[in-house]
């Protein structure tokens, strides 16, 4: 059946071998959008592309380990664990999917603009931008700082130098993103044009510097990648020397990126807010800005594959691809089926079975979204 993508919300754009690409590799992509308050699961099972939009509020950074997904919500961070053996008997949609996230717990962390997330040997670490700080995520406080620019002297909620992207090495924090070296309030926005910073976190030495609004660096292989959000393209750092290279140049304001074997997937997002976006380079291009995810292939720098959105999302924060899941589920945290979702490490049970009724007014959440027939 074909369908007019303008006339539904969260309309896709696939590229011609996205679905073959993500079949072949055996992944799925999560993303979050913060502006739509969504974080969304495109699939790739057997009748094509899927994506799947679930209500959080204002999600931004994910980070994923395994089993076990965490989300930056407006002011709390929501860990979610996957349970195949509930996914078997969903009541909205049995045996449609091989994973299901579910949540399993909320902590309770406020309103600290939390940016990047990852799981670490320590636990759960989060960028605190709105305290310009490294912190740790756990049930004892709001959250337990332990790192920040050495230039930032107070731990105030000033949001001083927009630190924002975190990159791990062997479970500990290595590498982190801001947009200005600043310790006002607020101090970076009159350079976030070319005042960027990429920082060593183990030896509070400046890295690269003079970059635009930069954000998601990680590490690769050894290679340090870091996202030049504000000229739409991703770098490769000399962690020596500091020098950079360009790997590709995107259409879109880069923010988010996953890596699976060769592949980058990079989270894009068109300028809307003039006060925050306004006077970068990107703006110069003379091409159109996209919403989506682009997929690069890392030895050639290449665009091969792409997700763009035609409407309702305008911009991506994060982006993760979920290994050996093809066709994953997620409930949301004002569904109806959470409750009745109970998962053991042996067993799993709906408390209530049979079919769900929708009432009238039903939310655009309550369906599964199947691309399959869709130009």
Same mark, same amino acid.
Request: proline share 7%; with cysteine.
């Given at each position: 059946m074909?369908?007019?993508?303008?006339?539904?919300?969260?309309? /896709?754009?696939?590229?011609?071998?996205?679905?073959?690409?993500?079949?072949?590799?055996?992944?799925?992509?999560?993303?979050s959008?913060?502006?739509?308050?969504?974080?969304?699961?495109?699939?790739?099972?057997?009748q094509? *592309?899927?994506?799947?939009?679930?209500?959080? !509020?204002?999600? @931004?950074?994910m980070a994923?380990?395994?089993?076990? @997904?965490?989300?930056?919500?407006?002011?709390?961070?929501?860990?979610?664990?996957?349970?195949? =053996?509930?996914? $078997?008997?969903?009541?909205?949609?049995?045996?449609? +999917?091989?994973a299901?996230?579910?949540?399993?717990?909320t902590?309770?962390?406020?309103?600290v603009?939390?940016?990047?997330?990852?799981?670490?040997?320590?636990?759960?670490?989060? %960028?605190?931008? =709105?305290f310009?700080?490294?912190?740790?995520?756990?049930?004892?406080?709001?959250? $337990?700082?332990?790192?920040?620019?050495?230039?930032?002297?107070?731990?105030?909620? &000033?949001?001083?130098?927009?630190?924002?992207?975190?990159?791990?090495?062997?479970?500990?924090?290595?590498?982190?993103?801001?947009?200005?070296?600043?310790?006002?309030?607020?101090?970076?926005?009159?350079?976030?044009?070319?005042?960027?910073?990429?920082? &060593?976190?183990?030896?509070?030495? $400046?890295?690269?510097?003079?970059?635009?609004?930069?954000?998601?660096?990680? /590490?690769?292989?050894?290679?340090?990648?870091?996202?030049?959000?504000?000229?739409?393209?991703?770098?490769?750092v000399?962690?020596?020397?500091?020098?950079?290279?360009?790997?590709?140049?995107?259409?879109?304001?880069?923010?988010g990126?996953? $890596?699976?074997?060769?592949?980058?997937?990079?989270?894009?997002?068109? /300028?809307? !807010?003039? =006060?925050?976006?306004?006077?970068?380079?990107?703006?110069?291009?003379?091409?159109?800005?996209?919403?989506?995810?682009?997929?690069? !292939?890392?030895?050639?720098? &290449? *665009?091969?594959?792409?997700?763009? +959105?035609?409407?309702?999302?305008?911009?991506?924060?994060? %982006?993760?691809v979920?290994?050996?899941?093809?066709?994953?589920?997620?409930?949301? *945290?004002?569904?109806?089926?959470?409750?009745d979702?109970l998962?053991?490490?042996?067993?799993?049970?709906?408390?209530?079975?049979?079919p769900?009724?929708?009432?009238?007014?039903?939310?655009? &959440? !309550?369906?599964?979204?199947?691309?399959?027939?869709?130009?």
């Amino acid at each position: 059946m074909q369908a007019d993508n303008k006339t539904y919300p969260f309309s /896709l754009v696939p590229s011609s071998g996205i679905l073959s690409l993500l079949q072949s590799i055996g992944c799925s992509i999560a993303l979050s959008t913060y502006k739509a308050g969504k974080v969304i699961l495109v699939g790739c099972g057997n009748q094509g *592309l899927s994506q799947l939009p679930r209500t959080f !509020d204002k999600p @931004m950074g994910m980070a994923v380990n395994g089993e076990r @997904m965490a989300v930056a919500t407006r002011d709390q961070i929501v860990v979610l664990g996957n349970s195949p =053996r509930l996914a $078997v008997d969903y009541p909205k949609a049995p045996g449609k +999917y091989d994973a299901l996230w579910v949540p399993r717990a909320t902590y309770f962390c406020g309103e600290v603009d939390a940016h990047d997330m990852a799981w670490g040997d320590e636990g759960l670490w989060a %960028v605190n931008t =709105r305290f310009s700080s490294l912190c740790l995520i756990n049930d004892g406080y709001s959250f $337990v700082p332990r790192w920040h620019p050495p230039f930032v002297t107070d731990l105030v909620p &000033d949001d001083r130098c927009h630190l924002n992207g975190l990159a791990m090495d062997s479970g500990r924090p290595a590498y982190v993103t801001m947009l200005g070296r600043s310790n006002e309030e607020k101090g970076w926005r009159p350079h976030k044009a070319d005042g960027g910073l990429l920082m &060593d976190v183990q030896s509070n030495e $400046v890295v690269a510097e003079g970059l635009s609004m930069p954000h998601s660096p990680r /590490l690769i292989e050894g290679r340090l990648v870091v996202m030049n959000s504000g000229t739409g393209e991703v770098l490769e750092v000399d962690r020596r020397t500091g020098k950079t290279e360009t790997i590709t140049a995107l259409p879109g304001f880069l923010r988010g990126c996953s $890596v699976f074997g060769q592949y980058l997937f990079v989270g894009l997002s068109k /300028l809307r !807010d003039q =006060r925050v976006f306004g006077g970068l380079p990107l703006e110069e291009k003379d091409i159109p800005l996209q919403a989506g995810v682009a997929v690069v !292939d890392m030895r050639s720098g &290449d *665009l091969v594959e792409s997700l763009f +959105y035609q409407n309702t999302v305008e911009e991506i924060y994060d %982006v993760h691809v979920l290994p050996g899941m093809k066709m994953p589920g997620i409930i949301g *945290l004002d569904e109806r089926t959470q409750p009745d979702s109970l998962a053991t490490p042996e067993s799993a049970f709906w408390a209530s079975q049979g079919p769900q009724q929708h009432p009238p007014g039903k939310r655009f &959440d !309550d369906y599964d979204q199947d691309m399959s027939g869709w130009k």
